[in-house]
């Protein structure tokens, strides 16, 4: 399978896809030199340590990331990354600049399940608001439930309505509400979305993946009875996919292939989000109260029974989940090959999936949460605080932001998110 990378319209991205192919080239001859290094295998070290210094060719690699570039496993990465660089790259279309190519043509409802506010929400509408997303529409908003299993069910139930309401030939983008961050601009996520499924004719639902079969039972269909990665079997090395590989629960699966369901990304058809969320809910309000932990499973389950047009993401085209994928990252900034580059307040900073090739829209921090302490001060919309576009487009979301109830009233951004500071460390609450 092509890059995702050669797919994209954008003249940034074929930018970075040359960089990082460059790039890719020098980490292949460092994951040679270096076989005999260990694996990394405590999630602290993968999040503070080390590693790469800035390759000759100017591809600022952020110290600070995750970086087991030029370990042993990853070398297979850049190798089809090489492959892909010996296409020709994808030319911009005429007139069609960076940041100028206009949203394309879908009537696409942005929707959260969320009963209350959360300084990490407020983070994540920041993000979604910053790069053009509508508005979300904010589902069992205000209400509360007496457990965490009625939560769940409800959360389900309250998606179904919503998807009812909904006319036929719209679609709906489904996403969780404290743990998704969105880098690129709504356009870009649009077209990513149009492009995964061209072959199907935009008429699949396509959901995060994850490298972990989570809750459902390992023997289940759900588990089981669903694709494999479109990725190369030995996309991370000869231990790819190999569960006995490592036995750290921390670091487990971090070569594996991401192939399972992850129900708190998704965008697609609302006439086939509508037949998911119908079993779903039947599935949900006819289980044992002690099965009801988790939403996901039933949306996982109503995949493993392959005969809706579902999909998962392979390849993070459109939703980087972070379980066990930290690793695949790289930060690359978007004038890597620009000379001059730009001033560094005007440099865009972007989370890279140096396996797949894809540069993710959207980031999904499920698992554990310390990455996002540490990547929010690196992601653009903070390094680029001093950039008056960015000063006046957060100002922007500040003044007019928000998102709506279900019955159609507004929220602005100020009651939402009254004496919370997105830039100030997690947690942060305004004494007043
Ligand atoms: C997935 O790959 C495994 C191992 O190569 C193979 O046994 C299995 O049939 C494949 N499953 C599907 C659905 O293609």
Redesign the pocket.
């Known amino acids: 399978m092509a890059s995702p990378f050669l797919r994209s319209k954008s003249p940034v991205h074929t930018v970075l896809f040359a960089a990082v192919a460059a790039a890719a080239i020098l980490l292949l001859l460092a994951g040679f030199r270096e076989m005999q290094t260990p694996l990394v295998s405590d999630p602290q070290s993968i999040l503070s340590s080390s590693v790469i210094a800035a390759p000759a060719n100017g591809l600022v690699v952020d110290p600070q990331l995750p970086s087991t570039l030029g370990t042993s496993a990853p070398a297979a990465a850049p190798a089809a990354a090489i492959a892909d660089a010996a296409a020709p790259l994808a030319a911009p279309a005429p007139g069609q600049a960076a940041g100028q190519s206009p949203v394309p043509a879908v009537d696409a409802v942005f929707l959260i399940p969320l009963t209350s506010t959360h300084f990490n929400f407020c983070r994540s509408l920041y993000t979604a608001l910053m790069n053009d997303y509508p508005k979300p529409t904010l589902i069992n908003w205000g209400q509360t439930f007496k457990n965490g299993a009625q939560a769940r069910v409800n959360k389900i139930i309250g998606i179904d309505n919503v998807l009812n309401k909904l006319r036929e030939d719209q679609y709906a983008i489904i996403m969780d509400g404290f743990d998704v961050w969105y880098q690129l601009p709504y356009k870009d996520f649009v077209n990513h979305y149009l492009d995964y499924t061209r072959e199907n004719d935009h008429s699949v639902v396509v959901f995060g993946a994850d490298k972990k079969c989570w809750p459902n039972d390992l023997k289940s269909p759900a588990c089981v009875?669903?694709?494999?990665s479109t990725l190369p079997?030995d996309i991370f090395g000869a231990h790819t996919d190999d569960a006995n590989f490592i036995t750290d629960p921390a670091t487990k699966y971090i070569y594996h292939r991401p192939r399972w369901l992850n129900s708190g990304n998704m965008f697609g058809p609302v006439k086939v989000l509508r037949q998911v969320y119908e079993r779903a809910n039947y599935l949900i309000t006819h289980a044992p109260p002690d099965m009801v932990f988790s939403d996901q499973m039933y949306i996982a389950e109503v995949y493993g029974q392959q005969n809706l047009p579902m999909t998962v993401d392979f390849t993070s085209e459109l939703f980087q989940t972070m379980t066990f994928s930290h690793n695949d990252l790289m930060f690359v900034d978007d004038d890597v090959l620009a000379s001059p580059r730009k001033p560094p307040s005007e440099r865009r900073r972007y989370a890279f999936n140096r396996v797949s090739g894809a540069l993710p829209p959207v980031l999904h921090f499920n698992g554990p949460k310390q990455a996002m302490d540490a990547w929010w001060p690196k992601m653009w919309w903070s390094t680029e605080r001093s950039n008056p576009a960015v000063i006046a487009k957060s100002e922007e979301v500040f003044k007019t932001g928000g998102a709506f109830d279900t019955d159609g009233n507004f929220i602005p951004w100020g009651e939402i998110c009254k004496g919370i500071d997105v830039h100030k460390p997690s947690g942060y609450i305004s004494p007043r």
């Open positions: 009875n669903i694709p494999n079997d």
